[in-house]
């Protein structure tokens, strides 16, 4: 283990992000020179908590299956590049979940359980920066080809983790993406101030080394497309679905038809571009409005960033659920993920956060756009809400946001043509292999599972590629983290 001693000599320390008035003006990350930089003063120490538990719930808390007390002990020895070997053994991609994941890994952390946890997500993201910059990733080229040609749909973190699984087994990787660029969320749902997309531009480019094939601005089976599911299924030995869950969720009360009301995935893909220097028509901006924004998550906090860089004048988060405690609910004992009170660094920068209340109406102007919305107080009560009378009010809005979440993968197109079944929920159906009602086609990601994390993404991007790898050669030496069943762990 790393220091025997270390989890009672040091308290978890976290690196300090860069004042608000200096970040608001700009759309680089939130910490000085990049978060792994700005925590190697503080990291190994940090790393030298970790109690090598003789059970490591941590495992447990990650569906990848992080090998985390190992590479603990190897920071801590600064043997960055053994600790970047342990690291990606089990994770394709440490510098997007290092920034972006939740870390359940750190709700389950056994140390946890009486006092604050290891900085399991920090340790990680210092572990890829570091090992960048020593130049310590490289590409990992297949030794042999195995003639099998393979088309992954969609270029999330769950498409990118079974192509590059794929490309590195010798088969034929061809990744399709229908936006100009590859990434799919990571690039253009999540703000640049949260993962600046040169980290995803530098994996892709090694991705492309390894020999995967990337095509972009192609819809599969849309109208019109250069390509059709049938032509798909002719063309390769396998498919994989990883086009993500996307069909958002909406809001159907009075004035819903207004103009200044849209979803967040209109939103914050045309931000993203303009960040990163494109021109963007018509961009929906939030300069100088009232927003408001419906959901509580971290998309909602992604659109508060945003707007805040944008120069509203002013920002509301609306969350229909009650204010989370900051303490770990009774109902949510450790190693489970607790929903407590948690504060982004968007939240740090503006904006007030308003819980239990629930949107009645949108009220417009003579033009027909929105300027103001009406909501009313709501109580928990008998595994309903109900409003509370005569809370009802008004608050300006000149720009509505939409967060909340999505409903599972978009049906036309791709889905309905290829004729995959679906579940109960509206997702992709598959096997305990990942293999859908159609042969040869698997799911892997959100369209499958439903709305998830990034790592939970990663994790069945890997598994789907060891359950490819099996069908078109008989078996595999591929790991296979989770099965399609896998859940987080609660009580």
Not at 144 to 160: M, N, Q, R
Not at 259 to 281: D, K, T, W, Y
Not at 458 to 471: C, M, P, S
Request: hydrophobic share 40%.
């Amino acid at each position: 283990m790393a220091d025997p001693k270390g989890f009672l000599k040091a308290g978890r320390q976290v690196a300090d992000r860069r004042p608000v008035e200096e970040r608001v003006k700009d759309w680089q990350e939130v910490y000085p020179g990049g978060i792994g930089r700005a925590l190697l003063p503080i990291i190994t120490t940090q790393a030298s908590r970790c109690m090598d538990c003789g059970i490591p719930f941590c495992h447990q808390g990650c569906p990848l299956g992080n090998l985390i007390p190992e590479w603990n002990d190897l920071v801590y020895r600064e043997d960055w590049e053994g600790a970047i070997e342990r690291l990606h053994a089990t994770n394709n991609f440490p510098e997007f979940t290092g920034r972006l994941c939740p870390a359940p890994c750190e709700t389950a952390c056994v140390l946890g359980i009486n006092q604050d946890p290891v900085t399991i997500k920090n340790v990680e993201v210092s572990i890829i920066d570091k090992a960048w910059e020593s130049g310590f990733v490289r590409p990992q080229p297949p030794e042999w080809l195995s003639g099998k040609t393979v088309a992954v749909i969609g270029s999330g973190p769950a498409g990118l983790a079974a192509a590059q699984q794929l490309t590195r087994a010798g088969h034929t990787v061809a990744v399709y993406e229908r936006e100009d660029k590859p990434g799919g969320l990571l690039r253009y749902g999540i703000p640049e101030f949260k993962m600046e997309k040169a980290h995803l531009d530098r994996r892709l480019a090694q991705m492309k080394r390894e020999g995967t094939v990337f095509r972009t601005g192609v819809e599969v089976g849309a109208p019109g497309s250069a390509l059709s599911a049938e032509a798909l299924r002719d063309r390769y030995d396998a498919v994989v679905l990883a086009t993500g869950a996307c069909e958002p969720r909406d809001l159907p009360v009075p004035g819903r038809e207004l103009a200044g009301i849209h979803q967040a995935m209109e939103f914050l893909p045309q931000a993203n571009r303009a960040a990163v220097g494109e021109s963007v028509e018509g961009q929906i901006m939030a300069t100088g409005k009232h927003v408001v924004i419906i959901g509580g998550g971290d998309t909602g906090a992604d659109c508060l960033g945003t707007s805040t860089r944008h120069g509203a004048a002013s920002i509301t988060q609306l969350e229909i659920m009650p204010e989370p405690t900051t303490a770990r609910p009774t109902g949510q004992p450790w190693p489970t993920y607790p929903m407590i009170f948690r504060v982004s660094s968007a939240h740090e920068e503006a904006g007030e956060r308003v819980y239990s209340v629930s949107t009645k109406e949108f009220l417009g102007d003579e033009q027909g756009h929105v300027r103001a919305l009406r909501l009313v107080d709501v109580v928990f009560e008998n595994g309903s809400l109900t409003e509370v009378p005569g809370t009802e009010r008004e608050i300006p809005a000149d720009l509505v946001l939409f967060a909340m979440g999505f409903a599972g993968p978009e049906k036309p197109g791709l889905v309905t043509d290829l004729g995959v079944e679906l579940d109960a929920r509206g997702n992709v159906a598959r096997d305990d292999e990942y293999q859908t009602s159609v042969p040869g086609v698997f799911s892997a990601g959100d369209c499958g599972r439903g709305q998830s994390l990034i790592v939970w993404a990663i994790a069945e991007g890997r598994a789907a590629a060891a359950a490819v790898d099996a069908y078109l050669m008989g078996s595999t030496a591929l790991p296979r983290p989770i099965p399609p069943t896998a859940r987080p762990l609660t009580v």
